[in-house]
């Protein structure tokens, strides 16, 4: 629960740090980070993924080096998890919200550790839009649990 918390702040945080600008319509911001996150983590189709970020896309992943687009597959690419991880050609985004350019997106995923345990995981994604309705800044943040430590059946969604 604290972990859900601190994925709500987080968006607060953002949604109140950054200014609103003239950006796509919210909708067509909602329909675009969708498409990008079935493009780059359900499909895994790097190219594809590309024609929803903008030319001078920030990542606020403190784990990922540099910005743009090349870094962050990179950074995905060379995770120890990633790279067994199955294509899921259907994303389960559970919630969207867009408010002026930005966009909450976050979606469940199941999995097992390095070491074979069984993991819910809850990962959160906020992006800004620029003028052109392509991804300018992007910040993410996940929230895991391992099903042997929880303390009830429900899913986190």
Avoid: C
């Avoid at 945080?13 to 919210?26: D, E, F, I, L, R």
Wanted: hydrophobic letters at 40%.
């Amino acid at each position: 629960m604290r972990k859900i918390v601190t994925l709500a702040l987080l968006f607060l945080m953002v949604v109140s740090a950054v200014p609103a600008t003239a950006g796509g319509s919210p909708v067509q911001n909602k329909k675009n980070a969708m498409a990008f996150i079935q493009n780059l983590v359900g499909d895994r189709d790097y190219e594809a993924a590309k024609q929803y970020v903008g030319p001078n896309y920030i990542q606020h992943d403190p784990r990922i080096a540099e910005d743009g687009l090349d870094a962050l597959v990179e950074a995905l690419e060379t995770h120890p998890l990633w790279k067994n991880r199955p294509i899921r050609k259907n994303m389960k985004v559970q919630n969207v919200v867009a408010e002026g350019d930005l966009v909450y997106l976050q979606y469940p995923r199941e999995g097992k550790t390095l070491k074979g345990d069984d993991f819910r995981l809850l990962v959160v994604h906020v992006f800004r839009f620029d003028a052109n309705g392509k991804i300018d800044e992007h910040w993410s943040a996940a929230g895991h649990v391992l099903m042997k430590e929880t303390k009830n059946k429900h899913p986190l969604f």
